[in-house]
């Protein structure tokens, strides 16, 4: 069959596609190591604690309401009144439920976003979303309906102690003009697990401003909720941000529920294309997170359950890799968030994505880095050096795992 421009861009086998097949591959064999993913952990008082506020909703009528009704097309208003009055509380943000919408999982947000700020213009413009800082977030890699919608930069890295290693943006090298439709950057990002410094939010802030173009800050890990941050930074917002935050990471991907505070032309925009593109948001997840800001819970168990959880599974996590690859070459990116470590195989003979198939052959799935070089001009060998891994699964699994991952990378250095 002939597919429409359009079909042959959107209906083609991307990297997110082979990233979530192979999560339910994953999910379909039990032996399976899936350290690819960016499912979140199942964690015990997590699982626990939604089983019973379910129960709960669907003692009180409040589930069969939620699920027997379509929401409005920018989304629940009870959830979106309780999360402005939580947020205006919680950081003196000036926002009402006109600057709130929802969206069926952010990823749906940013496909709505990426596309109303960017591509083809009226004039005969077009405009592209600058990723300040190269590698990022594989989901918004194939989200733009015209062709070549991203732009990107090589980051500075910083050599730590302790076989560690940091990227922060390259101001110098940064480029913003009259091509550019927004700026986007996940914080923490994902797949390194890097968080942009206050300053360097303030600055991307400042070009943003200065050049009449918003400043979209992916917050799916963020505070203040699942709050999967461990660095002291400031959660950051104006009239000209768009924070898209997410109920996923919080351990509910399944509700496919995504949320964007941003200014009320924006506001109105997305819900506009929410009732093209999908009626109304899913209405689960909102009655969810509302009865979890109501009972005071929301903020509570991201500080409490959630943030010590991942922390603590992180730093086992790079203990174990130290132990397991002791070569000098090899890094891991600070793990200052997110759910994934992202290591880095300097002078690796072979790529990534060669290591990917030795790995999936082994039974171990991790991503190699090369998806997430989007929108960077030129090849870069480091794209090629680097791998993301997540740390959720039980620690069995993940020991098990990372020792495989050692005993490839060290048959691959052997390999000049
Ligand atoms: N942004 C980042 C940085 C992510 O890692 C993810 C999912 O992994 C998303 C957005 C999309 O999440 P969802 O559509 O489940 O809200």
């Excluded at 500080?303 to 000098?328: C, G, R, T």
Aim: glycine share 8%.
């Amino acid at each position: 069959m002939e597919f429409s421009t359009f079909g042959n861009k959107f209906a083609r086998y991307s990297g997110i596609t082979q990233l979530m097949d192979d999560l339910n591959d994953g999910l379909r064999n039990p032996d399976a190591i899936m350290l690819g993913g960016g499912n979140p952990a199942q964690i015990p008082a997590m699982v626990d604690y939604f089983t019973q506020l379910s129960q709960h909703l669907n003692e009180s009528g409040e589930l069969a309401a939620a699920m027997t009704n379509y929401d409005g097309p920018q989304g629940k208003n009870t959830f979106i009144n309780a999360l402005a009055d939580l947020l205006r509380e919680r950081y003196g943000w000036e926002i009402s439920s006109r600057n709130i919408s929802l969206t069926n999982g952010s990823q749906s947000a940013f496909f709505s976003l990426f596309n109303l700020l960017a591509g083809d213009f009226p004039d005969g413009s077009h405009k592209k979303i600058l990723l300040p800082l190269a590698p990022e977030y594989i989901g918004y890699a194939d989200a733009g309906v015209s062709p070549d919608m991203f732009i990107s930069y090589r980051p500075e890295i910083t050599l730590l102690d302790n076989g560690l290693f940091k990227y922060n943006v390259d101001f110098k090298a940064l480029k913003v003009d009259d091509n550019v439709g927004a700026i986007c950057a996940s914080r923490p990002t994902n797949p390194t697990g890097n968080v942009l410094t206050d300053e360097e939010i303030r600055h991307l802030d400042e070009l943003a401003q200065q050049h009449g173009i918003p400043l979209i800050i992916d917050n799916a890990y963020g505070m203040p909720f699942p709050d999967i941050i461990f660095e002291d930074v400031t959660p950051f917002w104006n009239h000209n941000t768009i924070l898209c935050m997410s109920l996923s990471k919080l351990g509910l991907p399944g509700v496919r529920c995504g949320i964007v505070i941003a200014s009320e032309e924006i506001t109105t925009a997305l819900a506009n294309m929410n009732g093209v593109l999908s009626l109304a948001p899913g209405s689960v997840g909102p009655a969810i997170a509302n009865k979890m800001i109501e009972q005071g819970d929301l903020l509570r168990l991201s500080e409490e359950v959630i943030k010590p959880f991942y922390q603590a599974k992180s730093q086992q996590a790079v203990k174990w890799l130290q132990e397991a690859i002791p070569d000098a070459r090899f890094r891991v990116h600070k793990p200052e968030g997110a759910m994934f470590l992202w290591l880095w195989l300097k002078d690796l003979p072979i790529t990534t994505m060669e290591l990917y198939r030795r790995l999936k052959a082994r039974g171990v799935l991790i991503v190699p880095g090369e998806y997430f070089f989007i929108g960077l001009e030129e090849d870069w060998s480091h794209g090629h050096e680097c791998l993301r891994m997540n740390y959720v699964q039980e620690d069995e699994k993940m020991q098990r795992g990372i020792a495989i991952i050692a005993e490839e990378v060290a048959k691959a250095y052997q390999e000049v």
